[in-house]
């Protein structure tokens, strides 16, 4: 098994959201890395559920992959804001997973307490400049992250 960040901003599909629909396919997502990611993905892999864009941006509950990676519908979607003219059905560009509910964390880990602990320094999602939505998490940092909720 291995470990996931995966951000979102809550006011478009957050952890209460994904608590309600219990599944839902991580689809929009237009970085190649972060689709690399996914489509490296297994079933089962937890997925630490990150709120971005947002008065406190962290960690606000778990999820695990449901579905491995196939085709993006959106990239097809005309009306869709992540439509993109190069992707054809018989060689699709993107790709997504579907991602589960698993629990909605009493109080989330925040971005500046992830910042403020020394475990956490070379997690990807706190390097300089990055901005990726997808990124793998080691156990190490899955475990120090999971104390806070303990």
């Known amino acids: 098994m291995r470990y996931w960040l995966m951000k979102s ?9 994904l608590k309600r629909v219990k599944v839902e396919p991580w ?3 237009r ?29 606000y509950g778990l999820g695990k992959v449901a579905k491995l990676a196939y085709p993006d519908a959106t990239q097809f ?8 003219k190069r992707a054809k059905k ?12 698993v629990e909605k964390w009493a109080r989330p880990v925040l971005l500046t307490e992830m910042r403020a602990n020394p475990k956490l320094t070379t ?7 990055s901005r990726l939505s997808v990124t ?13 909720n303990a």
């Open 77 to 84: 979607d005309t009306k869709s804001p992540y439509f993109d």
């Open 9 to 17: 901003e809550p006011d478009t599909f957050g952890i209460d959201h």
């Open 136 to 148: 793998p998490v080691t156990q190490k940092e899955f475990e120090e992250i999971s104390k806070y």
């Open 123 to 129: 997690m990807i999602t706190l390097q300089p400049g």
């Open 31 to 59: 970085n190649f890395t972060a689709r690399n990611f996914m489509m490296s993905m297994e079933q089962s892999d937890i997925v630490l559920f990150y709120h971005s864009s947002c008065q406190e941006p962290g960690i």
């Open 90 to 101: 018989d060689k699709p560009l993107w790709y997504n997973v579907d991602v589960s509910f």
């Open 27 to 29: 689809s929009g997502v």
